[in-house]
């Protein structure tokens, strides 16, 4: 679907070209494209400025049918994000009109002031990404997905790019999957739905999986995790995926939360806070989504998924507040509130995979607390790691990508306010605030010397109004940040 194009755009027949524009700086060289921009931007609607839009049809100088210039603004704040923006955009609109096959005139290599291997790749994402309709609850499909969208670039410097496309199409396929993972109603994957979901995706991909029903997870000593499952009629479920390649010699694990539907249990949300917690289980999405890509992108390590799926529901089994529970690493913890879920299923995965697979690094992601939503809004998620190493590569990791991550303190003083008077820990701190960090000092507490770092996905996993390359819903975040992380680490 992606494709790298040379073409003469004076002669060869386009159907629809896309040209970005500048307000100040002209950053296209092809002769072709220069009058066109020039008339365009002595039109006094048109300025280049970000939202700008202005479409000739079958002007001179091309072969193409219609030709849109879309506006970015001043040279000077131009960044990667500018391009998957207009690109996811772009495509958005050419779906709405009913349009097969679109190409992008790429800007000329140093005429950005961007690395132009990172303005092809946010490119490439922003339109792989803005092609994707979930409508499988339609009953009438109205709009498809572009069939090709191509990148007008220099002959020399297409092959020097070749492999881009491929690589960007299976980081943003894990996207996707995630996305719709997350969009998907909570009645459509629970438990065992969900996982026979997640391992046939990811058997197609060629990964090995592991399914742990009940009965194995009790034998086990999954704990803490039945414990959060018992109040469900839906049984829970461990997924364990593993992509691996000869000759590798570090092992990452990816611990992502998956909590299909959230009531709080017997600490029972408010319908307000209950509304979108189909979307509790992202974690595990964006985990799922990143080993799918890692298929395809062949990271030089192993990568080991694991992800716990429960369902908390408020019954006659459910845990109660008070209830002491021991975990699968042996430590006990006191329930302080059955809404503190996601950390209980989360520890028992961490420690398994610390005891079974000796990671070189582990990393979990969960949409795990309100709190952080407080402290950082819908657009950032938050790090916590006492690795200063890993916490900096994955704020970078989500700078390159626009998943934006923004590294939160691990104050050793505050895991005073997890201590039980009955329990090794308890599962809530004893004060309403910091509850993000406190939520991470818990977890940190069943890794044990692993280089571990946890992200808390709470705001970003999901958009409501959507954005220029995702639709409402699941935006699939996490999926591009770890892939991007997996080819550094």
Same mark, same amino acid.
């Given at each position: 679907m992606l494709k790298l194009k040379s073409l003469d755009l004076k002669t060869e027949k386009v159907p629809t070209l896309i040209i970005p524009v500048c307000e100040d700086e002209r950053i296209h060289d092809n002769k072709s494209l220069i009058p066109l921009i020039e008339k365009a931007l002595a039109l006094s609607e048109f300025k280049g400025e970000s939202d700008d839009e202005v479409v000739f049809y079958s002007p001179p100088g091309t072969a193409a049918e219609r030709v849109v210039l879309m506006g970015l603004g001043k040279r000077e704040k131009l960044e990667a994000e500018s391009f998957r923006k207009l690109c996811g955009k772009a495509v958005?609109?050419?779906?709405?009109?009913?349009?097969?096959?679109?190409?992008?005139? +790429?800007?000329? @290599?140093?005429?950005?002031? %961007?690395?132009?291997?990172?303005? %092809?790749?946010?490119? &490439?994402?922003?339109?792989?990404?803005?092609? *994707?309709?979930?409508?499988?609850?339609?009953?009438?499909?109205?709009?498809?997905?572009l069939e090709t969208i191509g990148f007008q670039v220099d002959p020399d410097i297409a092959g020097a790019h070749a492999a881009l496309p491929e690589k960007v199409a299976a980081a943003c396929k894990g996207t996707l999957l995630a996305r719709d993972? +997350?969009? &998907? $109603?909570?009645?459509?994957?629970?438990?065992?739905?969900?996982?026979?979901?997640?391992?046939?995706?990811?058997?197609?991909?060629?990964?090995?999986?592991? +399914?742990?029903?009940?009965?194995?997870?009790?034998?086990?000593?999954?704990?803490?995790?039945?414990?959060?499952?018992?109040? =469900?009629?839906?049984?829970?479920?461990?997924?364990?995926?593993e992509y691996r390649t000869e000759g590798a010699e570090k092992t990452i694990a990816l611990v992502g939360k998956g909590v299909t539907f959230d009531t709080g249990g017997l600490n029972l949300k408010i319908s307000g806070s209950m509304a979108d917690m189909k979307t509790d289980m992202a974690g595990s999405a964006a985990v799922a989504g990143a080993l799918i890509a890692a298929a395809g992108l062949k990271p030089h390590c192993n990568v080991i998924g694991l992800l716990p799926l429960v369902e908390n529901m408020p019954s006659g089994t459910a845990i109660r507040p008070g209830d002491i529970i021991r975990s699968y690493s042996g430590k006990t913890v006191e329930i302080g509130n059955t809404d503190a879920e996601g950390r209980l299923i989360l520890i028992d995965a961490l420690a398994y995979a610390v005891d079974t697979?000796? $990671? @070189?690094?582990?990393? @979990? %992601?969960?949409? &795990?607390?309100g709190a952080c939503l407080m402290a950082l809004g819908e657009k950032f998620a938050a790090v916590f790691s006492r690795d200063d190493a890993l916490a900096e590569a994955i704020v970078a990791a989500g700078v390159r990508t626009h998943e934006r991550c923004w590294r939160m303190p691990l104050p050793e003083d505050y895991k005073e306010l997890l201590k039980s008077e009955f329990a090794d820990i308890s599962?809530? $701190? =004893?004060?309403?605030?910091?509850? #993000?960090?406190?939520?991470? %000092?818990?977890?940190?507490?069943? +890794?044990? @010397? #692993?280089?571990?770092? *946890?992200?808390?996905?709470?705001? $970003?996993?999901?958009d409501k109004k959507g954005n220029a390359y995702s639709p409402p819903g699941g935006t699939g975040f996490g999926v591009r940040l770890i892939c991007d992380l997996l080819d550094r680490l």
């Open positions: 958005k609109q050419a779906i709405k009109k009913d349009l097969k096959d679109i190409l992008f005139a +790429v800007p000329a @290599d140093g005429k950005t002031g %961007l690395d132009f291997a990172d303005l %092809l790749k946010a490119m &490439l994402e922003g339109a792989c990404l803005g092609n *994707h309709i979930f409508d499988r609850y339609k009953e009438e499909k109205k709009k498809k997905p993972w +997350v969009t &998907l $109603p909570a009645n459509d994957k629970r438990p065992e739905m969900y996982a026979d979901s997640l391992k046939q995706e990811a058997e197609a991909a060629g990964l090995s999986v592991t +399914v742990l029903d009940e009965a194995a997870l009790a034998e086990k000593g999954f704990g803490a995790m039945l414990a959060v499952a018992r109040g =469900s009629e839906a049984k829970p479920r461990l997924v364990i995926m697979y000796q $990671p @070189d690094t582990i990393i @979990d %992601l969960a949409t &795990l607390t599962n809530m $701190p =004893s004060t309403r605030w910091g509850g #993000a960090i406190t939520a991470a %000092l818990f977890l940190s507490e069943f +890794v044990k @010397d #692993a280089r571990w770092a *946890h992200i808390d996905t709470a705001g $970003p996993v999901y």
